[in-house]
């Protein structure tokens, strides 16, 4: 299931700032259960341009979480995302998934949509979360297809990639291999 995991790529997490301890424990234990997550406070650094960098996120996300609270509904930020993600999604691109943490009127882009509920238990909403995920990584592994798996592995196994570019300016030979990790390697 790693490797499902990793082709799904990052989810990201949108949310409003007040909401941040929720987030939080959510990112936590989504890694903890081996996905990648993209959460603005650890992909973004001072200076970054903002609406670009989230919406470059987004554009590569496959699934979007949108944290769905009283503040959430109120936040400019979270509107901009979710208007991003739902144009993705109705392209056929990403799962938005609305996880609603307290019990307030849906935004009008997600109101069709399943929810994961977690304003009776954190499990339970949880638990929600990963079924969607799950089916999520398994669309996108059968998308990818065997080489995509293989290479996948084939990084897993062998420590990641090296290339090497041979010959002259017209008659030069591209070639990819892989590189044994340091504590493999005789020397």
Request: hydrophobic content about 40%; proline content about 4%.
């Amino acid at each position: 299931m790693a490797i499902e995991k990793h082709l799904l790529g990052k989810v990201f997490i949108s949310h409003s700032s007040i909401d941040k301890p929720f987030v939080r424990r959510l990112s936590r234990r989504l890694e903890k259960d081996g996905y990648q997550i993209w959460l603005d406070e650890k992909e973004l650094v001072p200076g970054d341009k903002l609406a670009e960098s989230v919406s470059r996120a987004l554009q590569s996300s496959n699934v979007v979480l949108v944290v769905v609270s009283s503040s959430a509904i109120k936040s400019k930020w979270l509107a901009f995302e979710l208007n991003k993600a739902t144009q993705k999604m109705i392209e056929g691109g990403c799962r938005v998934i609305p996880l609603i943490k307290e019990k307030v009127s849906l935004p009008p882009e997600v109101q069709g949509l399943l929810y994961a509920d977690f304003t009776g238990s954190f499990a339970l909403g949880y638990k929600s979360v990963l079924t969607a995920l799950k089916h999520e990584s398994m669309k996108t592994t059968t998308k990818a297809g065997f080489w995509a798996l293989a290479d996948v592995a084939a990084c897993r196994v062998f420590g990641g990639k090296s290339y090497v570019s041979m010959g002259g300016e017209y008659t030069s030979l591209e070639y990819e291999g892989f590189n044994p990790p340091l504590h493999n390697r005789r020397g």
